[in-house]
């Protein structure tokens, strides 16, 4: 005796296969509400679940991703899946069809095995009734909103990673500091430094793409939304020059073979992996520039001069939300520069340190997976009056990661003439009562 087939429609099932390469939004949609048990044909199954997998990942899938990634495609059966889809109006039909037959197979698996336990008289009729209304609920259970399988997230992560090609981690380049935060953040995360003015973020921002591109060798897209390009420029010479601004602009004026070597070297260093941008832009204009350059790593310098807001508040709202979407999108690191509100700033020089308040708000911070602070520490009065000229601290609190340990403040070791960083740091402390006009103080450690 022949068996009958369990409940399918292998029509519909291609047809939202072929809904899925043709349309982004139904893709989304279809990746939320169906499993891949949902298809009753083996391999519409596998297909879905790849489909699945890298939506969950970010990444969507058109008819050229299908064919090029997914293992035995063809370009009869990618036809196949869009000749059964008459138009993308009658998709979320076929869709529904799909989960209807689905669950009729369900009802009749659990119906047979309810059968058979009903007909075993050693099985208590409490648990036969109670195995028979779950199978029941199971079958009724409402629409699905989001991928609960945690498999399919896993087969996502592991597509993810291995996209990489190695492990791309961005590091501030501050020792110390990088392994308080659990070593630096992968692509699709996002780190931020929050400051007042002459903090030296956009120096610790440039000293991190430097060491990026000198131990990981990706390309660095750098977002100047405040200071012009050439004063990055110049700012990346002076540590070769060992010279202050307005030496390097006497040097590019009198075009010396000095300037000429520093920026042969500069060249050299960056193998055109740095690329500096800067002007006045919207959220669109900065996302089609990500499009374009196709950087491992973005550096927005700084987040509240976004144009196309009324306010700072508006523009932090915008950016971070911009910021969520993109490190789906494109899998960058991302590193945000953020200014400090002048009450931020009075309050950190009473020793209100380590909070990581910027401009607009809290949203940038509840997003990112790592917040800095910088701290621009005041000098003695007795030291200001030495002969030799002391450099104020600047101190780097460790406000929030993911992966590491926040909570401490680091002195890092600078030279504010040429505006570089060493790569080291010190671990100081807040001064228990301010008696003095600095907020930090060393920390005494034990011989």
Request: proline share 3%; net charge neutral; hydrophobic share 40%.
């Amino acid at each position: 005796m022949k068996t009958k087939a369990l409940p399918h429609n292998l029509h519909s099932e291609r047809a939202v296969l072929g809904a899925c390469l043709l349309d982004i939004d139904f893709q989304k949609f279809a990746a939320r509400t169906l499993v891949s048990d949902d298809f009753y044909d083996a391999r519409h199954r596998d297909v879905f679940r790849f489909i699945q997998k890298n939506v969950v990942a970010g990444e969507l899938i058109d008819v050229v991703i299908f064919l090029n990634r997914m293992q035995g495609a063809t370009q009869t059966e990618a036809a196949a899946y869009l000749d059964s889809l008459p138009s993308l109006g009658t998709a979320a039909h076929h869709l529904q069809i799909i989960r209807e037959q689905a669950i009729r197979r369900r009802l009749a698996v659990g119906a047979h095995e309810i059968y058979r336990m009903a007909m075993d008289h050693n099985k208590p009729i409490n648990e036969v009734t109670e195995v028979a209304h779950q199978k029941v609920l199971e079958c009724m259970n409402g629409e699905r909103i989001a991928v609960s399988d945690p498999e399919i997230h896993q087969e996502a992560y592991e597509q993810m990673v291995r996209s990489w090609g190695g492990l791309p981690i961005f590091q501030i380049g501050i020792k110390e500091v990088d392994d308080d935060i659990g070593g630096g953040i992968f692509p699709g995360e996002i780190m931020v430094i929050v400051g007042g003015e002459g903090s030296m973020k956009t120096s610790l921002a440039l000293h991190a793409a430097d060491h990026y591109i000198q131990n990981v060798g990706r390309k660095v897209l750098f977002l100047s939304l405040d200071m012009p390009a050439y004063q990055i420029n110049n700012r990346r010479l002076m540590p070769i020059m060992n010279c202050n601004e307005k030496a390097i602009t006497e040097h590019a004026i009198n075009d010396t073979e000095e300037y000429r070597i520093a920026r042969a070297k500069r060249n050299k260093i960056d193998k055109g992996l740095f690329r500096v941008v800067h002007g006045e832009y919207t959220i669109s204009d900065l996302e089609r520039i990500i499009q374009f350059e196709m950087p491992s790593v973005v550096i927005l310098d700084y987040m509240t001069a976004v144009s196309g807001f009324d306010d700072e508040l508006s523009a932090a709202r915008g950016v971070t939300s911009a910021l969520r979407r993109w490190k789906r999108e494109f899998g960058c690191s991302f590193l945000v520069l953020n200014q400090m509100s002048e009450i931020a700033l009075a309050n950190q020089r009473k020793g209100d340190v380590g909070t990581g308040r910027g401009l607009g708000g809290g949203s940038l911070r509840r997003a990112a997976d790592v917040v800095l602070e910088l701290f621009r520490d005041r000098v003695e009065q007795e030291a200001q009056r030495s002969f030799c000229p002391v450099q104020p601290r600047i101190v780097c609190s460790v406000v929030k990661t993911r992966r590491g340990a926040a909570g401490k403040h680091w002195s890092l070791h600078y030279d504010g003439k040429i505006m570089k960083f060493f790569g080291t740091a010190t671990q100081v402390k807040l001064r228990s009562k301010q008696k003095s006009e600095t907020v930090y103080t060393d920390i005494e450690f034990p011989v």
